[in-house]
């Protein structure tokens, strides 16, 4: 009897094919694998490769879509974005899906939402462009779906203040968020055109853009295999229980709403599922039942559809008290994780996440603080109990379902004056959400005034704490009830926070404990404080919670008009101009093709690398656990496969080779030991999750992982003389000249990983003869043909080596990208197959490296008056295991240090040879820490002269004569010294005497929250190596040219297309500007264009287009004469009837050059200045940065839009490696940090509030490129003045908390890098709330007494 009803449940539950829509095509599918995710249906089943996977942990947005779904219960359809790396293929069954290429695309026109950011110049690598369209044009659609007036045509009913949160939550590496917004903006019906930073689109006349139009459909079929079983879809409960019941239960099985569990580390997949059982149709599990007692909730509606639905409720209900508990759960739910995540995540799902395992749930704490109940259906049995009781339950299994939840209608009694307060808070790295809370919480409770003490108390406490370290979320019984009937007075709220500190006791393990501990402390505080008597509010101080922000001073207006100033430079024109981005629409579309999406060849297998866990061991053996990911397997290629002949290299530089595989000894946490070979890139990376490794460190010595270590055993590497820096006069004559010392002090950097959007990726196609095609997506294409050759034995010429574009790069697919790229090549040599390798992001992070982690100790000598006489540092590098380009890094760190005249200046430089992942060039790699030791130095010493730590600056400045003596090689002619001008052009543009005056006064009005501002010069030396070029004329007249360089997003091609019709129209007296549009720049190929080099150091765009340019002029030379000759018959020659006639004449129409660096031009200074202000929340350390100024001096700039986002980019990036990214790495050296979850790029709601740039224009330089100055990577070092606006924050709140911790004053203290609001809370002082309540509890008992 119960075989027949399983087998009949099972049969009715089962989903044989799933039909839906794709850009307006149909699709049918059948046989596919249950556990395949839209993202790999997508790109490797269809044409479109718009969608990328960037992390596939539903933490980054490039693979963003549209889903649109329709619900015949109310005949509606809705149109939500998802991650569709975490959404399964089976689960869109009836839906309509659109890519950014159903947008718009090449042949059928582009998308406004394509063209504006295109326009905008809001596309820089383009790898997070089509997931960014996707949530702009998704929020365009929603937004118009919403009452209110409608908008002029092509405009939106988004507002301009909704611009931001668009697409929160989707990263973006390159461009610093600055032109996104402005490009989501500018659809906006209430935007002012004059706001909106540069474009090519607008003057204010302009009424009438582009329309949004939607995308059509175009039904059509496609691909039906024979169906599997392996997804049921239950539309009842007892259809659920029948499945469960089954024999199905016997495979693997997975229940699911929305999957998204699927991207939480910790909780991810480990092993492949054979089926899944999709709740999401089980309509009990989907009401909303709305009574007068509360809302009842189907356990899988989404997080975004509960949001809606409290926030219907808010506005249907007139008495603003009634409805506030819901007005800030919906508040709160918004902030976790992103839209494209909520819109599929479930509110059941997350509980029981929260139920079954230690989750740092919101959600969970938010409703325990609303006293919500669940209610279950175990088997037969329905209960309904509350949310506390369930999760005290011993973690769920399937025999019990989530029905619903149900939150009570939280009111004011009016009879009893009993005023309802409704509190919730989180804590946590971003303030928009895409970050899990170091701490969150909820309070409830009615407060009613006692006559008698004139105070008042609290009854009906509900103090939830949760996701501090904790196995859930949990009430603070013990406070709530010391709290009850009390009188609310500083005593009182000391008393309830010395409780609630025995009760929030964070779990061995739990990262920042004391942290943590001490922000809920804050929190409670700031509910509570503003209720008691006694305690004063200095200014409207206390955290924010959920809620709308009561706070009216700027910092919550978001974002606030920011001035983008470029001057074009008509000298050389269209060189000069702001011309948007070659190709860019292409990378909207999602049509330009990287590595990742050159179609699959025939046969095609897919590696992911194995790798150590341990930093110095044997490896005994590689085995796998049994399971259905290691079924998978079809190979494991490792170091016995490389051919005789060839070497086990995987990395390489003119300072030595690096190892591809960790062979006999693994010799750090993170290094290749193999690799899995399978039939598709999942199956790879699943099976590589199986591996079990036996290490055997006997007879091997402790591996040396930390730089003290390396010091203790003399483990360096040799730094050439060539490469080692000068030291500049003598520091003893200087120490003795000092009227003051500071004899020793430290700061410490940490490294920071590249976080391109593309990881790491190759694809390796064998070809006859022993050669090999290696797409790669590497910054040195040269090189890793090289590297390739000599692991395999094979000479140079075997192997062809092609890059179209990188998906950000930063330095990280220089010479950190051979070690994949060989990788393929060596998977496909032995296999004769090809073989693509596509890093999963976990493993990338782990095994790719950084930047240099250092420590800098420093002595420095000064006057009175500031003026430095001199200073020494002793630095230890940790380069990691392997040379690299390590041995460049003190020189660079000494270049930007000698940045203010020091008096004399010496060091000792260890690069520390340690077993840990190779530390490589990153963005401004060595500038990037030398910048911050040298202001770190004057604030140091302005702090012990109690001085304004820029006039210190300033007294130490460089004049022309001192710029010479530390920079004698590059500091150029007396003209181009910029600095002093920028500076002080910064410093009235800005008004930042005013500003610094205004934050004293700020400063001294609010106790809890602090400002500070900083001003930081740049002096950033380059050096333009050099560089090859090719330029060819076809005979219909269109132009082909060939780089070394490498299109990274950084805009070379750009510059080169600008260059080539610039060189060219040499021939006409009205130049070029009609042939921008013939010229096509070329992807890079290693065997027809030789000496490519290294794309790297900012300097490439300016080498490739000398190597242009002197191309062009030979082809010019030889089209003279025959436009000679030509226009004796004819004034007007058109260019292609001179390219006509010459290809008659046999002209030679193609010109190659190889430019070398004249030995003037070799090495130059570039110069900048900026302000940053910045805000800080003492009671959790939260980081608001108000205000960014910058001025760069770009020469004359070869185009100033695209330097424009470079210098914007790089200073946003440079403000994740100064304050929010913490690279992490356990006591075996190994990455820990190594997810969206863990390590925090920035993302759209931590950049500065307002920012303005500006790029000056500062004439001619002789031995420049046309005059221009590189951009890529010196604006990067300008956010260390985020870093010390912050330093001054934190002085200010130690000051008005007397915190000195070491006995030192409490202006003096080291502040590491990265600084997160961890760390300055730390820095402000963990115990302050304590401290403080202390001091009034001692007043209130003196009054007392
Ligand atoms: C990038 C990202 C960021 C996030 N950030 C946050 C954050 O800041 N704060 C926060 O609180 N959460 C956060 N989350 C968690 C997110 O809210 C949950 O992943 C989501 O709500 C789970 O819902 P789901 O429908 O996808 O569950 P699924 O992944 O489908 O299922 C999760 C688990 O619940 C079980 N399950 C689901 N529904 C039921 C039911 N009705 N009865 C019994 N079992 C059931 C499943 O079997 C599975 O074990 C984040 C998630 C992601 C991916
Ligand atoms: S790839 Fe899906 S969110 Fe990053
Ligand atoms: S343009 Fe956004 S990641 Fe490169």
Not at 526 to 537: D, N, R
Request: proline share 5%; glycine share 8%.
């Amino acid at each position: 009897m119960a075989a027949a009803a399983t087998t009949a449940g099972k049969k009715t539950a089962v989903v044989e094919r799933v039909v839906f829509a794709l850009n307006g095509r149909r699709y049918e599918v059948a046989g596919a694998d249950p556990s395949t995710r839209l993202l790999e249906f997508i790109r490797t089943q269809t044409p479109f490769k718009g969608t990328k996977l960037g992390c596939g942990e539903g933490g980054c947005g490039a693979c963003v879509v549209l889903i649109a779904k329709y619900n015949p219960k109310t005949d509606e359809v809705t149109e939500f974005t998802a991650s569709s790396c975490l959404t399964l293929l089976y689960s869109i069954n009836f839906c309509s899906v659109i890519t950014t290429e159903g947008l718009g695309n090449t042949r059928d026109g582009f998308h406004a939402v394509q063209k504006r950011m295109s326009g905008f110049h809001a596309s820089q690598c383009g790898f997070c462009t089509p997931g960014m369209c996707m949530s702009i044009f998704t929020s365009l659609i929603n937004a118009d779906k919403s009452k209110g007036p409608e908008p002029p045509k092509g405009f939106s009913k988004l507002k301009v203040s909704e611009a931001e949160k668009a697409f929160s939550g989707n990263l973006c590496r390159c461009t610093g968020y600055r032109p996104i917004i402005d490009a989501c903006k500018s659809f906006a019906s209430d935007v002012d055109l004059e706001d909106l930073g540069l474009n090519i689109f607008w003057n204010k006349d302009d009424k009438n853009p582009d329309e949004i139009k939607s995308s059509q459909d175009h039904p059509n079929v496609d691909s039906i295999a024979p169906p599997r079983e392996g997804w049921y879809h239950p539309t009842s409960i007892q259809e659920y229980y029948e499945l469960i019941n089954s024999c199905i239960l016997d495979d693997s099985v997975k229940v699911i709403v929305g999957n998204t569990s699927s991207g939480i580390p910790g909780y991810k997949d480990e092993d492949l599922y054979n089926k899944y059982i999709d709740i999401g149709g089980i309509p009990e599990l989907s009401n909303i039942v709305k009574i007068e007692s509360g809302f009842e909730i189907g356990a899988s509606t989404t997080i975004s559809r509960t949001i809606e639905i409290l926030k219907q409720e808010c506005e249907s209900v007139s008495s603003p008290n009634g409805s506030m508990v819901f007005r800030k759960l919906a508040d709160h739910m918004s902030k976790v994780a992103t839209p494209f995540v909520r819109n599929t995540a479930s509110i059941g799902g997350n509980i029981i996440l929260a139920q079954k395992y230690p989750f740092p749930s919101d959600i969970v704490t938010i409703l325990l603080g609303a006293g919500a109940t669940v209610c279950l259906q175990v088997v037969v049995e329905r209960r309904q109990i509350t949310l506390e009781e369930f999760l005290e339950q011993p973690p769920l299994d399937p025999t019990t379902l989530l029905l619903s939840i149900f939150i009570p209608h939280w009111i004011s009694d009016n009879q009893t004056e009993k005023t309802l307060l409704f509190e919730t808070y989180r804590a946590a790295p971003r303030p928009l959400g895409n970050a899990v809370s170091y701490v969150n919480c909820a309070f409830l409770g009615h407060a009613s005034v006692d006559q008698q003490s004139d105070t008042l108390v609290l009854s009906n406490l509900h103090l939830a704490f949760g996701a501090y370290g904790t196995e859930h979320a949990i009430r603070a019984k013990k406070v709530e009830k010391f709290l009850t009937g009390k009188s609310l007075t500083a005593l009182s709220v000391l008393g309830a926070i010395k409780l609630l500190r025995q009760t929030i006791v964070p779990m061995e393990g739990t990262s920042h404990p004391e942290y943590r501990v001490s922000t809920a402390v804050g929190f409670l505080f700031s509910f509570l404080s503003p209720l008691a008597k006694g305690i004063p509010q200095p200014g409207k101080a206390l955290t924010n919670g959920s809620a709308d922000s009561t706070d009216t001073d700027y910092v919550s207006k978001v974002p606030l008009p920011s001035r983008r100033e470029t001057i074009s430079n008509t000298d050389y024109k269209p060189v000069g101009e702001p011309i948007k981005k070659y190709g860019v629409e292409l990378q909207a579309s999602g049509e330009a093709v990287y590595v990742d999406d050159i179609p699959a060849p025939k046969n095609c297998l897919y590696g992911e690398f194995i790798y150590s866990t341990k930093p110095f061991a044997y490896v005994k053996s590689i085995k796998f656990k049994s399971s259905l990911a290691s079924e998978k397997i079809i190979n494991v290629v490792s170091a016995k496969d490389i051919p005789s002949g060839g070497e086990n290299i995987g990395s390489s530089f003119i300072f030595g080779d690096e190892q591809l595989f960790g062979y006999p000894i693994a010799e750090y946490a993170g290094q290749a030991l193999g690799i899995v070979i399978a039939e598709t890139q999942r199956y790879a990376v699943m099976a590589a999750k199986q591996v079990i490794v036996e290490y055997d460190t006997e007879g091997l010595s402790p591996p040396i992982l930390t730089v003290e270590q390396a010091v203790e055993n003399s483990s360096y590497f040799s730094v050439p003389s060539e490469y080692y820096p000068n030291e500049v006069g003598d520091v003893s004559k200087g120490m003795a000249e000092a009227d003051h010392k500071i004899p020793a002090a430290e700061v410490k950097f940490a490294s920071e990983y590249y976080f391109y959007m593309e990881p790491q990726t190759a694809l390796a196609i064998p070809d006859e003869d022993n050669t090999l095609i290696v797409y790669s997506s590497s910054q040195y294409p040269e090189f890793a043909q090289s590297v390739i050759a000599r692991c395999l034995g094979i000479p140079f010429s075997n192997v062809r080596v092609i890059t179209r574009r990188v998906g950000g790069g930063f330095g990280g697919k220089a010479l950190r990208s051979f070690q994949v790229a060989t990788a393929a090549a060596l998977c496909a040599y032995k296999l004769k197959r090809p073989v693509r390798m596509y890093l999963n992001r976990n493993t990338d992070m782990v095994m790719i490296g950084g930047r240099h982690p250092v420590k800098a100790h420093y002595s420095v000598g000064f006057k009175s008056d500031g003026k430095i006489t001199a200073l020494h540092l002793d630095l230890l590098i940790n380069a990691g295991i392997s040379e690299d380009a390590s041995p460049t890094i003190p020189r660079t760190i000494i270049s930007s240090v000698k940045k203010y005249n020091w008096g004399a200046l010496s060091f000792d430089i260890k690069l520390c040879r340690t077993n840990n992942t190779s530390k490589s060039i990153m963005r401004a790699p060595g500038d990037t820490q030398g910048s911050l030791i040298a202001d770190a130095i004057i604030e140091h010493v302005a702090s012990v002269l109690s001085l304004d730590a820029n006039s210190v600056r300033e007294k130490n400045f460089h004049t022309y004569n001192t710029l010479q003596l530390f920079y004698p090689d590059s500091a150029g002619e007396a003209s181009t010294y910029t600095l002093y001008s920028i500076f002080d052009r910064l410093v009235s543009t800005s008004s930042y005497f005013d500003r610094a005056e205004s934050i004293k006064q700020f400063n001294s009005s609010n106790k809890w929250r602090k400002r500070g501002i900083s001003c930081v010069p740049l002096i950033f030396k380059v050096e333009p190596r050099a560089a090859p070029g090719r330029v060819s004329v076809l005979n219909d007249g269109s132009i082909v040219v060939e780089v070394g360089g490498i299109e990274i997003g950084q805009g070379l091609w750009t510059k080169v297309q600008q260059m080539t019709a610039f060189a060219l129209g040499q021939l006409w007296p009205n130049g070029g500007e009609g042939l921008l549009e013939r010229v096509r720049v070329l992807q890079a190929d290693t065997l027809n264009l030789i000496q490519g080099g290294f794309t790297a150091g900012s300097t490439t765009s300016e080498s490739s287009c000398a190597a242009t340019m002197q191309a062009c002029n030979l082809l010019v030379d030889r089209l003279k004469p025959v436009l000679n000759r030509l226009q004796q018959q004819s004034k007007d020659v058109s260019w292609d009837t001179l390219i006509s006639q010459a290809s008659e004449e046999n002209v030679n129409l193609s010109a190659s050059a190889y430019w070398v660096p004249g030995q003037d031009s070799n090495k130059y200074l570039n110069y900048g200045a900026g302000i940053s202000e910045v805000e800080i929340d003492l009671l959790t350390g939260a980081i608001t940065l108000l205000r960014g100024d910058l001025v760069y001096d770009c020469g004359k700039s070869l185009n100033p839009a695209v330097d424009l986002g470079q210098i914007e980019g790089s200073f946003i990036q440079g403000i994740g490696f100064f304050i929010y990214e913490e690279y992490i790495t356990n006591s075996d050296g190994l990455m820990i940090s190594n997810s969206t979850w863990d390590y925090k790029i920035p993302s759209v709601d931590i950049i500065p509030k307002q920012f303005n740039a500006e790029v000056l224009n500062t004439g001619y330089h002789k031995n420049r490129v046309l005059s221009s100055k590189a951009s890529g990577e010196p604006a990067l070092v300008l956010a260390s003045s985020v870093h010390c606006a912050l330093r001054e924050a934190i002085k200010a709140a130690r000051k008005e908390f007397s915190n000195s911790g070491s006995g030192r004053s409490p202006l003096e203290f080291q502040m590491d890098v990265p600084a997160p609001m961890t760390l300055v809370k730390e820095l402000c002082g963990f115990d302050i709330v304590e401290n403080y309540l202390e001091t009034l509890s001692t007043y209130e008992l003196a009054d007392g007494a």
